[in-house]
Every structure is written in C-alpha cells, then in structure tokens.
C-alpha cells in the first residue's frame, strides 16, 4: 500500500483533544490507520476506556459493552477492529461470524473473565436444577455458550426481570450481582468473581473527597463494591455515566471507574472539573494507534470462536440483544 497524503478527519478531531505538537507527531501514524481502513473496509470499535488519540482520533464508533455488542452485528464493513478487550472482540466475532474480527493485543484480557469456566456453570446448574443462568458479557465464549442469557452493566436489572422468575443464577461479578439485587426482587444466586480496577475504590476516599469538595457529585461503575456504590449519587455502565455528566452538568464530578473515561467526557464537557482518583485497566491500557495500526496491515489477532461454543453463545447474546433497555 502507498500512503497518499490525506485530509484526516482522524486528525481534524483530536484538535482541543491533545495539545497541536502532540497532534503533530501522532499525524502520520493516524493517517496510515485511516489508510489501512479505507485499504481493509473496516472499522474501528472503541470502549470508553480507551485514551482519548484512540477515542477521539481513530474509533468510528464507541461506546459501553451493550453499545458495542449492537454495532458490531449491525456493521456492514469487513473487518470490524476492537478497541477493548478480548471479551469485547469474542462478542463482536459472535454476533457477526462472517466478519473478521481483530484484537490489537492478545494479552487484553479482563480478570472478570478470567474468573469462571464453562465446567463451572455445569456444576452451578447441579447445585440449582432449573435456575437460569444470567452471564455478563465480560466472560469467555465458552462461558456464554453454558448460559442461558448475557447481560451488560448497562441492561442487567431489565435483564434479569426479562426472565420472569423469581431466582436467577449472576455471575461472574459478584459485585454487579449484589447491585442488581439492590434494584429488583429476584432472588440473585452470586459467583465470586470481581473486577481488579473497580474492586480498588473505597467508600472512605470518596467520603474524603466530599469532605474536601463540597457539592462534588459522586458516579459510579456498578463493578464497584457496594459501600463504594452506598456513597454514589448515581450508578450506570460507562454510557451511562457519560450520560449523566452530559445532561446534568455538575460543577465537579468523581467518575468511580476506570481512569481514561474522565479524559474522554471532559472534552466534551469543559464546564465541569474532574476529580479523578486515576485507577487504569492494564488490559484495556494494552491497545494503542501503533496495534491498531498493525492489526490492520498485518490482519493479526484474527479472533476465532469454535463454531459450536460460537452458536449456542450466539443465542445468549443474542436473547440479551432482544431486551429493551
Ligand atoms: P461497560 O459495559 O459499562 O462499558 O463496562 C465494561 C467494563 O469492562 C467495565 O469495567
Ligand atoms: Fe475487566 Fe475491570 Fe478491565 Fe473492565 S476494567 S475490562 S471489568 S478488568
């Protein structure tokens, strides 16, 4: 492939988003990735987490996990990128099996999903003959493949009550579960998994930063554990929150979640300060411009779900994309 030069809207976005020297040198590297998904007919799919060169720059599309599982089987483009997570490129691979699907870094991977096995899901349905099985997305293939129906921080609740029952089975995040169980009457059966990021938060650094500003609202990420959650003024998945920032303009704000979404709403919201307790994911740290750049001119990491696992997964996504939120 030649490099023409180009008039990069990739590049016309970061300007006010990243100081114009650092536009500068990223340039190059921005307009090659806009060439390679002219060359491939792809797009890029970004989480809220990624850092703003990546957000602003060169995502087509972003948003939370329930977001991205939509546009990933709406898409028409061929390659679909995945600027998140492993979890989050299984899924798009899912719901989209002729696409090919790219994860920049093998290594991104989620210590939710890394909690649980298809093995376990069996001995869990022993242990509870005929409760459903409600999964969040934030698991393996395989995981979905042994559930019943998945679900996102940004639909559990609505998830759950879809079900018509009165105990499901939640897993893997034990702390989303016991929220969950905060906002409806079905009975939730947990699994002890947690988040490595959310799970750091304590509900005594949030009381010292409203002891130090007061009026500060307090927004958190329903993976955070629930005496974090009890000084929340509002809970949300990543949209969510980025929502909440958008239409009720707080003076000053902590976004109990990971560290790079703050940088990403604050572009667009300058009147509000951010007060950031800065905990980052070092999975969703791993993706840059430089393999976002590789995935596409080397078509590597091609993410592969064995057909089987694939299809049964597919109807729990599936079921879960079906919900009204
Ligand atoms: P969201 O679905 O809210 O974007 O969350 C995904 C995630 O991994 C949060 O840590
Ligand atoms: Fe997984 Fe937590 Fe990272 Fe989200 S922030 S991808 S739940 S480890």
Redesign the pocket.
């Known amino acids: 492939m030649t490099l023409a030069s180009t008039d990069s809207r990739s590049i016309e976005r970061l300007r006010g988003v990243l100081p114009d020297v650092e536009i500068a040198a990223l340039a190059p590297l921005i307009e090659e990735i806009d060439e390679w998904k002219r060359e491939r007919n792809a797009v890029v799919l970004a989480?809220?987490?990624m850092t703003p060169d990546i957000f602003h720059g060169v995502a087509d599309l972003k948003?939370?996990?329930?977001a991205l599982a939509h546009m990933a089987a709406a898409t028409d483009a061929d390659v679909i990128v995945m600027a998140g997570?492993h979890f989050m490129a299984e899924t798009a691979k899912i719901v989209n099996e002729a696409k090919t699907v790219l994860i920049p870094d093998l290594r991104a991977g989620?210590s939710?999903a890394e909690s649980i096995t298809g093995a376990d899901i069996r001995l869990l349905r022993e242990r509870y003959p005929g409760v459903p099985v409600v999964t969040y997305?934030?698991t393996s293939a395989e995981v979905k493949a042994e559930s019943d129906i998945c679900c996102?921080?940004?639909n559990a609740v609505q998830v759950v009550e879809s079900l018509g029952v009165d105990r499901v089975i939640f897993l893997p995040d034990q702390y989303l579960g016991r929220w969950v169980a905060t906002q409806t009457d079905v009975d939730i059966i947990l699994w002890e998994g947690s988040?490595e990021?959310?799970e750091r938060f304590t509900a005594e650094e949030l009381r010292v930063y409203r002891g130090t500003h007061p009026g500060i609202q307090i927004i958190a990420?329903p993976?955070c554990p629930p005496d974090v959650l009890a000084e929340a003024d509002f809970v949300?998945?990543?949209?969510?929150m980025i929502n909440w920032v958008k239409s009720e303009r707080p003076k000053q704000v902590v976004m109990v979640?990971?560290c790079s979404m703050a940088d990403n709403v604050a572009v667009e919201t300058p009147d509000v300060e951010f007060v950031k307790p800065c905990n980052l994911?070092p999975h969703?740290k791993r993706i840059t411009l430089e393999n976002i750049r590789d995935s596409m001119r080397d078509m590597k990491h091609a993410v592969t779900v064995d057909p089987a696992v694939a299809g049964r997964a597919r109807l729990a996504v599936e079921r879960m994309l079906e919900v009204q939120v």
């Open positions: 989480h809220n987490y948003g939370d996990s329930l997570v989620c939710l997305v934030n996102t921080s940004g988040c990021v959310h990420h993976e949300g998945s990543t949209s969510g979640t990971e994911c969703m």
